[in-house]
């Protein structure tokens, strides 16, 4: 599943070929995905599109008039393309435009999402509760301990919380809690508040590490033989289970929490 660096690595990527352009048409060839796609997607036709920006992992099409909501689910990537450029398959929507380009959404799986909304999209159900950007500084060490305090939950499982911060997913929060040094098993509310400070720091560094990578290594979005893929990340723990800790030399840990894969070092994070 894209996590926030790759959906804000793809906002970056199609924002220059849509800022300020007017959608001149709406091709829905499959509008089955994890919601119905509404007719209403066809309002956005004539508006111009002011704005592409990003909530958790929605990226935010924004018009005077209103706002598309597209999610890319498990399997959904974008191109930017030339209008004509033949449909493969999956390939479930084009958002065409006046400069000669086409907005493509291909997703296999079909567990992303295209909406319209007339109202703020800040307001919209799926985005509403959500909690605070983590590159922010809404999210800083004082917010996190207010949350946390007296939680018995894992904090793993807390920084994958979307009301409490969004865009923490699996990759991430196995990251930043080994280089915080903290046990994703530990409780919630039984970390303290330097602790805190210290994860808050290194969720930061993490993703912010990521979106550079990414905007480096990332496919080409106006490239027509292969789509956008997941960038290589220089990864610590996630996905080395079994494999020695680059710090201690310890075989990592891996366990299930909240039906994730979670790896750690049972000797460097306590």
């Not at 704005?51 to 018009?63: D, F, P």
Request: glycine share 10%.
């Amino acid at each position: 599943m894209p996590e926030l660096p790759e959906v804000e690595v793809s906002r970056q990527g199609i924002s220059p070929w849509l800022t300020g352009i007017e959608v001149t048409r709406v091709v829905v060839r499959d509008g089955r995905l994890r919601w119905p796609i509404p007719g209403e997607i066809q309002e956005l036709v004539s508006l111009t599109i002011r704005r592409v920006s990003r909530r958790a992992k929605y990226l935010l099409l924004e018009t005077d008039f209103g706002t598309a909501i597209l999610h890319l689910g498990m399997s959904g990537s974008l191109r930017v393309l030339n209008i004509g450029t033949p449909a493969e398959k999956h390939d479930h929507v084009d958002i065409e435009l006046a400069n000669g380009k086409l907005l493509r959404l291909n997703d296999p799986r079909r567990f992303g999402a295209l909406l319209w909304t007339r109202e703020p999209a800040e307001a919209h159900a799926l985005l509403a509760k959500l909690g605070p950007e983590p590159l922010t500084d809404g999210f800083n060490a004082d917010y996190l301990q207010s949350r946390a305090k007296g939680r018995s939950v894992a904090i793993k499982t807390f920084l994958m919380d979307n009301h409490v911060v969004v865009g923490v997913g699996n990759i991430y929060a196995n990251e930043a809690l080994f280089a915080a040094g903290i046990s994703p098993r530990r409780a919630a509310g039984e970390v303290s508040g330097e602790r805190l400070a210290t994860l808050v720091a290194e969720i930061k560094r993490v993703l912010a590490a990521a979106i550079v990578q990414g905007g480096t290594t990332l496919k080409d979005f106006t490239s027509a033989d292969g789509k956008p893929g997941y960038f290589v990340q220089q990864l610590q723990v996630y996905g080395r289970g079994g494999q020695p800790c680059y710090q201690c030399q310890l075989p990592l840990t891996e366990i299930r929490i909240g039906q994730r894969t979670t790896v750690f070092c049972s000797h460097c994070q306590h």
